[in-house]
């Protein structure tokens, strides 16, 4: 049977999800985990690799088993064998046709940014930049909204074949007392776009580069003018629809 986990994490001491040889890995946990109930069990899949540092609140990955077992208790006996950054919040059993990866229809990622007050125990789970310019921030942010080639807010390292066309549904600045949360919700994100498209948000706020960058970016397709990428501290996959 094919089984769907949702699953949510720290990524503070992770190299990233996908596997890497002696390095600390979302991926390697999972699977030693399932593998001490169905040792038969050799591959998982998910949604996608977030990088290093990089949170989940809802990953998504699936993996394929003989073992006879209820879908709650999938979540019991898997969550027994891992460590406690990583957490399985939801189990089920899906149709064979199902993929973490190629189903996914949207994913919502968030990006938090403190602007107030450095707060040393917040240094992990938010990135801290002064003297922003919130109004700036979030109109310069309303410019990502829709069908784009967002091969210049990606990686230079990515395929040349891969498609970086990609549709962003929704864009939303949520406001607290000290910190804010950038809102991305699309059909899909390239290597580094969401932290690209914050570092260049962030060099317009901060005054460092003129609002025409975003437009220019666009037009010229080149990852090199979106130079600043956030940490990976700040960022969050929230959620991965089907």
């Not at 949510?8 to 596997?19: L, S």
């Not at 600390?24 to 699977?31: A, F, G, K, Q, T």
């Not at 898997?78 to 950054?85: E, F, K, T």
């Not at 189903?103 to 917040?122: G, Q, T």
Request: charged letters at 30%; aromatic letters at 12%.
């Amino acid at each position: 049977m094919r089984i769907k986990l949702t699953i949510a994490y720290d990524g503070t001491n992770f190299y990233g999800f996908e596997h890497q040889t002696n390095k600390r890995n979302i991926e390697d946990e999972i699977l030693k985990a399932i593998q001490k109930i169905d040792p038969n069990v050799k591959k998982i899949y998910g949604s996608g690799r977030t990088d290093r540092f990089v949170h989940a609140r809802g990953q998504v990955i699936h993996f394929d088993s003989d073992r006879n077992l209820a879908e709650y208790r999938w979540t019991l006996a898997i969550n027994s064998n891992l460590p406690d950054d990583i957490n399985i919040l939801k189990s089920g059993f899906v149709d064979e046709n199902f993929h973490a990866r190629y189903s996914a229809r949207e994913k919502e990622y968030r990006y938090l940014i403190r602007f107030k007050d450095y707060d040393i125990f917040m240094r992990n789970y938010m990135d801290y930049i002064r003297n922003l310019d919130l109004d700036l921030l979030e109109s310069n942010l309303k410019l990502f909204q829709g069908t784009h080639d967002f091969k210049g807010f990606c990686s230079a390292q990515i395929s040349p074949l891969k498609n970086t066309i990609k549709t962003i549904t929704k864009v939303e600045m949520i406001y607290h007392d000290d910190y804010v949360e950038l809102v991305f919700v699309g059909d899909g994100f390239l290597k580094h776009q969401v932290r690209k498209m914050c570092g260049t948000l962030v060099d317009i706020a901060t005054g460092r580069k003129d609002e025409s960058i975003i437009s220019e970016i666009f037009d010229k397709k080149d990852p090199k003018l979106s130079n600043r990428v956030l940490s990976g501290h700040g960022l969050y996959l929230m959620r991965v629809e089907y």
